[in-house]
C-alpha cells in the first residue's frame, strides 16, 4: 500500500494596531497527515515603525529645495564656511607629505585631531579677539563640544586633542561621523568640485588638478610644522593655540592666494569653469548686488529681506531692482522660488490651523471629510471667511482683491502677501488659541488670493525650469496645479468650499499619501495625524515654516573670502567683492 504525502500550506496574517503602535503577527501552519488536521500556531510582536519627527508633512517645500538647488550647487545648508573647501585638501595634503598615505584607524584618529584642532583654533581666536564671535567661530566642527573646551583654557593650560577625537573612549566625543565635518557635511561637495576623491571605506585623497593647488595655497600663509606636531603629540597649550591663529577662518582673506583661488571656485572662474555651476556665480552676484543696493540705503541683506525683494523685484520703499540683463534669468528663477515658498507657507498654514483646532476640540472622526466639514464650521473659521463673504466664489474673492491687496512692489505693506505669509510662520509658532488660528486662516487664504491675482494660468508657471517626467506626480502641491485649480474647479467654488477642499485635498489626505510614503520607503513613521481605533488622531501639529534657500551659507561664505567687508554701518563690498561684482558672466 503506498503512502499519501500531503502539501504543507502556510498562511500569515498581520493585524496593525495604531492604537498600541505595535504589530502582531500570527503564521498559522497546516499541515494534512493522513487525513488529520493539525495546526501550529506561532505569535511574535513586530517591533512598531520609528517615530520621528519628519519634514515637508505635505510635499510642499521639495520643489522650492529642488529649485534653490540647482540655483546654488556647490553649496549646501550645512557647508557653511568657505575656509573648510582649502582646509579639508590642505589636511590630506599636509598628511601625504608627512608619510600619512594609507587610510587606515591610525589616519583617521590623526585626522579627526586636526579637526578637533582646527575647531579649537577659532573658538580660542573669537575669545582673544573680541567682536562678533561669529567671524571666526560660527558653525565650526565640533563646536558644541569644544567652545566651551576653548574659552575654558586658561593661559598655562593645555588640551588632550584625543580627549574630544577618539571614536570610542573620548571624555566626550566632539563628532560622530567617522570623518568628522568632512565625513558629514563637506566630502559630498568637495568631490562635486574635484577637489577630493574617495570616501570613509576606501580612503580620501585630494586631487592632483584642484585639490593640490587649493592646498598649496592655504599652506603658504599658515604654520604647518606647529599644526602637525599638536596633531601627533596629542596635545595642544594656550599658547600654540593663540600661534596657530592663522587657521581661523577669519584669516582666509588675508592670504591672497587662497582668496584668489576660493574666488576662483565661488564665482565659477578659469580652472573652475563649469557651465552646470554658472547658476552659482550669477546667484552670488545677484547677492552682492542686492548687499550693494541696500548699504547705499541703510539697510542689511537678511533672508527675509531676500525672499521679499527677489519676489517683488523691488527694493524696500518700492524702489524697482535693476539687476544686469546677464542676472535676469536667474533673477527670475529664484522669484519663482519666492513665489513656490508663499503657496507652500499658506497651505501649511491652513494644515497647522485644521489640526490645532482638531486637537483642541478632543474630537475623534474617522474620516478625512467629516473633519473638514467640521472645521469650516468652527466659529473663528466662519469670522475668517466673513472677511471675504463665505458665499462669494473664489474668481469674484480674487476680482474683489483689488481693495486691499497692495502692489507688489509695495511688499512692506501689512496686507502683502510677504507680511501675510510672515505673520502666519510667526503665529504657528506661537500660543495655541482659536484667535491664532482665525488670523492663520484669513492670511493663508489671502495669500492664495494674492497668488491667484498675479497668476497668469496661461504661463508656464516654472519657466524654463524643467523637471523630471511625473516630477509632480510625488509633489502635487505647485505652481502649475495651483494655477490649473485657480482657473479651472476653484473659480466656480465658494471661499468656504475652497478651504474645505484645500483642507481634505491639500490638507489631510496628501498627508496621509506622504507620511505611508516615507513609512513604506524609510520604515519611519512621520505622522501628524493618523487613523486609530478611535478615530482620527492628532500626534504633533507641525508649525508653517520656511525653508533655508542656502542664503546664510551664501552669505557667509562671501564674508569668509572677503567679497564682504565689515565697516561701523555693517557688511558692505570688499573691493575683492566688488571686482568679482564687475566680471563679466563667464559663459
Same mark, same amino acid.
Given at each position: 500500500? %503506498? ?36 495546526? =501550529? ?29 540647482? *540655483? ?39 585626522? /579627526? /585631531? ?7 583654533? +577659532? ?6 579677539? &573680541? ?9 565650526? !566642527?565640533? %563646536? ?6 576653548? /574659552?575654558? $583654557? &586658561? ?9 574630544? +577625537? ?102 565659477? /572662474? ?11 556665480? @550669477?546667484?552670488?552676484?545677484?547677492? *552682492? ?13 537678511? =533672508? ?7 519676489? %517683488? &523685484? ?10 544686469? %540683463? ?100 510667526? *503665529? ?25 491675482? @498675479?497668476?497668469?494660468?496661461?504661463? @508656464? ?36 468650499? !475652497?478651504?474645505?477642499? $484645500? +483642507? ?8 496621509? #499619501?506622504?507620511?505611508? #510614503?516615507?513609512?513604506? &520607503? ?22 508653517? !515654516?520656511?525653508?533655508?534657500? @542656502?542664503?546664510?551659507?551664501?552669505? #557667509? ?11 561701523? *554701518? ?18
Amino acid at each position: 500500500m %503506498s503512502e499519501t504525502v500531503y502539501p504543507r500550506a502556510e498562511k500569515t496574517i498581520s493585524i496593525v494596531s495604531w492604537q498600541k503602535a505595535a504589530q502582531v503577527a500570527y503564521s498559522i501552519n497546516y499541515e494534512n497527515l493522513r487525513g488529520q488536521l493539525f495546526v =501550529e500556531v506561532e505569535t511574535a510582536w513586530v517591533k512598531p515603525p520609528l517615530q520621528v519627527g519628519g519634514l515637508d508633512h505635505l510635499a510642499v517645500q521639495a520643489t522650492c529645495i529642488n529649485i534653490y538647488g540647482r *540655483l546654488l550647487p556647490g553649496i549646501t545648508n550645512v557647508t557653511d564656511r568657505a575656509r573648510y573647501y582649502s582646509f579639508y585638501p590642505w589636511l590630506i595634503w599636509a598628511f601625504d607629505k608627512a608619510g600619512y598615505q594609507e587610510f587606515n584607524d591610525d589616519f583617521v584618529e590623526r585626522f /579627526r /585631531r586636526a579637526d578637533c584642532l582646527f575647531c579649537l583654533i +577659532s573658538q580660542r581666536h573669537a575669545a582673544m579677539s &573680541g567682536g562678533d564671535a561669529d567671524d571666526h567661530a560660527a558653525a565650526m !566642527v565640533g %563646536s558644541d563640544t569644544l567652545a566651551d573646551v576653548a /574659552r575654558a $583654557l &586658561g593661559a598655562d593650560g593645555a588640551i588632550r586633542l584625543s580627549d574630544f +577625537s577618539l571614536r570610542e573612549g573620548a571624555k566626550k566625543r566632539y563628532f560622530a561621523n567617522k570623518l568628522g565635518g568632512l565625513g558629514q557635511y563637506y566630502l559630498g561637495v568637495l568631490r562635486e568640485l574635484s577637489i577630493i576623491d574617495g570616501d570613509a571605506t576606501a580612503g580620501i585623497r585630494y586631487t592632483r588638478q584642484l585639490g593640490s593647488v587649493i592646498a598649496e595655497q592655504m599652506d603658504s600663509s599658515v604654520n604647518r610644522a606647529l599644526f602637525m606636531e599638536a596633531v601627533e603629540t596629542d596635545r595642544v597649550t594656550a599658547a600654540k593655540l593663540d600661534a596657530l591663529h592663522g587657521f581661523c577662518p577669519c584669516q582666509l582673506c588675508n592670504n591672497p592666494g587662497e582668496q584668489k583661488i576660493l574666488g576662483e571656485l565661488f564665482f565659477v /572662474r578659469d580652472r573652475f569653469h563649469d557651465t552646470e555651476a554658472l547658476p552659482r556665480q @550669477r546667484s552670488l552676484k545677484i547677492v *552682492l548686488q542686492l548687499v550693494d543696493l541696500l548699504y547705499a540705503n541703510g539697510e542689511q541683506l537678511s =533672508e527675509p529681506l531676500f525672499r521679499a525683494c527677489i519676489y %517683488s &523685484g523691488s527694493l524696500p520703499g518700492g524702489t524697482p531692482w535693476a539687476v544686469p %540683463s546677464a542676472l535676469a534669468n536667474t533673477r527670475e528663477k529664484w522669484a519663482i522660488y519666492a513665489r513656490n515658498e508663499l503657496l507652500s507657507i499658506a497651505v501649511q498654514g491652513l494644515f497647522y490651523a485644521l489640526l490645532d483646532a482638531y486637537e483642541a476640540s478632543g474630537l475623534r472622526m474617522d474620516a478625512s471629510t467629516d473633519i473638514a466639514n467640521w472645521f469650516t464650521e468652527q466659529p473663528e473659521v466662519l469670522e475668517a471667511l466673513d472677511e471675504f463673504g463665505q458665499q462669494r466664489t473664489f474668481s469674484e474673492c480674487v476680482a474683489g482683491s483689488r481693495s486691499w491687496l497692495p502692489a507688489l512692489a509695495d511688499w512692506s505693506e501689512k496686507m502683502h502677501e510677504v507680511q501675510l505669509t510672515e505673520r502666519i510662520a510667526a *503665529l504657528s509658532r506661537g500660543i495655541k488659541s482659536a484667535e491664532n488660528r482665525k488670523q492663520i486662516v484669513s492670511a493663508a487664504l489671502r495669500t492664495l488670493i494674492a497668488l491667484a491675482r @498675479r497668476t497668469n494660468s496661461a504661463d @508656464r508657471q516654472y519657466a524654463d525650469l524643467v523637471f523630471e517626467p511625473d516630477y509632480f506626480r510625488y509633489y502635487p502641491i505647485n505652481l502649475e496645479s495651483f494655477a490649473r485649480h485657480v482657473s479651472g474647479s476653484w473659480a466656480s467654488l465658494t471661499i468656504r468650499e !475652497v478651504l474645505r477642499w $484645500l +483642507s481634505i485635498d491639500w490638507g489631510l489626505e496628501i498627508h496621509m #499619501r506622504v507620511a505611508l #510614503r516615507k513609512l513604506r &520607503g524609510q520604515s519611519q513613521s512621520t505622522f501628524r495625524i493618523r487613523p486609530s481605533d478611535r478615530g482620527m488622531e492628532v500626534i504633533a501639529i507641525p508649525p508653517a !515654516v520656511h525653508t533655508r534657500p @542656502r542664503f546664510n551659507q551664501a552669505l #557667509r561664505v562671501l564674508k569668509d573670502i572677503g567679497a564682504l567687508e565689515k565697516t561701523p *554701518l555693517g557688511w558692505q563690498l570688499s573691493p575683492f567683492g566688488r571686482a568679482q561684482l564687475e566680471l563679466a558672466d563667464a559663459e
